[in-house]
């Protein structure tokens, strides 16, 4: 037998001026539980009870319920008029009970956020599998809710370092115009050559970091148009070492390709570009000067084979640890002076999803790292007309 | 060659550029820089003697570095004027509000927002090494 799920108790108040219904009803949801698998838990049920309209309101008040069994005919009020008074409406699901089962009543109740309705008499049994829905339903609502708060925390903290990335940049350029306007270093204009090429560089990588923002968020909202073809990954790798050619030479870094003359895959050339040049640019840039960077392109068991290694800095367990994290870059003295938006790894990670693969990273701090990525084909889209 | 006239002030910051900027103008308004790039590179330059004054910015290696390298040199030497550099209040809601004030947790004399500008850098420092001399 598996193991038990770990028990989780839902308050039920129960509003009825029949005495007898109550206590059935107590009576029939003690010891009863439901086991809810999807969110491993099992729910049992906690009863409290009210006779009138004006009782249900204070024990509405004193603690919102998870479940109200509500009866429609009410010696003071209607279970209508306790759902319109009742405070933090919506919190709770309600089911009305009533005893002539009427279309108006229904109506009115669903305007007012019921959620079922139990038509007396009813059965325990009867009672048991509108209680059964509702616990599922306060669950599926709770966790829609959870998953909403946690998705619009991602998006503050995502903006928030954006903001900060994006003003590094603007404030390092600011600061040199400043320096200039007020001729710091004298009247020479060579003088402030350092200083125009730094902020060049600064504002390049502000731009890459836009650049590589519009990527991730084309791939996030699935909107961009995929154009899925044939490509020629060998052709594509041969020209990226074109791009980063003079950041190779720069750094002394040796860049080789081991791939067969050619490699054809079905996918979209921008996203086979977009890893292939976040791979290699990383193995160049993360490098040591006079270091080697090796890109190999195989097919294996039908997928693609991708592997980039580099003898560079690496990385230690933690860094390793935080790697794919948004707008992560491992501040370290090796570092400091490489530009980077951060956001590399994350496009990367979501490309390789798209062709249901995986990536693999092994890093040895001081030693290098290594990327072994597999990428299936992309599925052909139907055409559904001729092209040409 | 470091001039015995000159006050040394210890800059820390991550930035290549920030930090290029903050030398050029403190080294204008004739101070010397001691300067580190890491809070791991920073901590064996807090010697007595070493500097007069130090400005710091608050997140390197660790979010909080500029708060422990300022603790170290306060406990070293409480006269010594801590300048703290930070973009972080406005963007990550880490705020310094009245409640948790600032000087009374982080030991810093001055908290300055990034995008500083350097007039109000100098001006900090002019004030608080002023303080400093008239209780020496």
């Known amino acids: 037998m598996p193991d038990p799920l770990p028990v989780h108790q839902l308050d039920v108040l129960i509003v009825d001026d029949e005495a007898g219904m109550r206590a059935g009803a107590e009576r029939s949801l003690e010891g009863f539980s439901v086991p809810l698998p999807d969110f491993s838990e099992t729910v049992t049920f906690a009863v409290r009870s009210a006779s009138t309209g004006d009782e249900a309101l204070a024990a509405l008040k004193a603690k919102s319920p998870d479940i109200l069994l509500l009866d429609y005919k009410l010696p003071d009020m209607t279970g209508i008029d306790v759902l319109a008074a009742a405070p933090g409406a919506g919190d709770f699901l309600t089911i009305m009970i009533t005893a002539f089962a009427s279309l108006e009543v229904a109506v009115t109740a669903t305007k007012r956020g019921a959620f079922d309705f139990l038509a007396k008499p009813f059965t325990p049994e009867e009672l048991r599998a509108t209680i059964s829905k509702a616990a599922r339903s306060v669950y599926l609502q709770r966790k829609a809710k959870k998953l909403e708060d946690e998705k619009r925390q991602v998006r503050f903290e995502f903006i928030s370092v954006l903001a900060h990335e994006l003003k590094s940049p603007l404030a390092a350029v600011e600061g040199y115009m400043h320096l200039m306007k007020e001729r710091l270093k004298g009247p020479e204009l060579a003088a402030y050559d350092a200083m125009v090429d730094r902020s060049v560089t600064r504002i390049g990588g502000m731009r890459k970091l836009v650049m590589d923002l519009l990527d991730l968020t084309r791939l996030e909202s699935g909107k961009k148009r995929r154009a899925i073809e044939q490509v020629d990954l060998v052709k594509t790798a041969g020209l990226i070492l074109e791009n980063i050619a003079a950041l190779a030479e720069a750094k002394k870094v040796t860049v080789e390709l081991k791939a067969p003359a050619q490699l054809l895959m079905t996918a979209d050339p921008g996203e086979v570009d977009m890893v292939l040049s976040n791979l290699l640019t990383n193995a160049v840039k993360y490098n040591r000067e006079g270091g080697r960077a090796v890109l190999e392109l195989a097919r294996q068991d039908g997928a693609v084979a991708i592997r980039c290694s580099d003898t560079g800095i690496g990385m230690t367990e933690q860094e390793l640890a935080k790697l794919f994290g948004e707008f992560v870059r491992m501040k370290n003295e090796h570092t400091r002076n490489i530009d980077g938006s951060g956001l590399g790894l994350s496009i990367l990670k979501k490309v390789v999803k798209l062709y249901g693969g995986d990536v693999k990273v092994q890093s040895k701090y001081g030693e290098g790292t290594s990327f072994e990525l597999t990428l299936k084909d992309a599925p052909v889209p139907v055409a559904t007309e001729a092209v040409h | ?136």
């Open chain 2, 1 to 136: 060659m470091t001039d015995k006239n000159k006050i040394k002030i210890l800059v820390v910051e991550d930035d290549p550029d920030m930090m290029e900027q903050m030398k050029i103008y403190l080294e204008s308004e004739d101070y010397e820089v001691v300067s580190a790039s890491t809070q791991k590179e920073a901590e064996p330059l807090i010697r007595p003697g070493n500097f007069k004054a130090a400005v710091l910015d608050l997140m390197m290696e660790n979010p909080d570095s500029g708060f422990v390298l300022s603790h170290k040199i306060k406990k070293m030497d409480p006269s010594i004027p801590v300048v703290i550099v930070t973009s972080v209040t406005k963007e990550t809601g880490f705020y310094f509000d009245k409640a948790h004030d600032p000087k009374t947790w982080i030991k810093a004399d001055a908290i300055i927002h990034k995008e500083l500008r350097f007039e109000q850098l100098k001006s900090e420092l002019k004030r608080l090494m002023g303080a400093g001399e008239r209780h020496a």
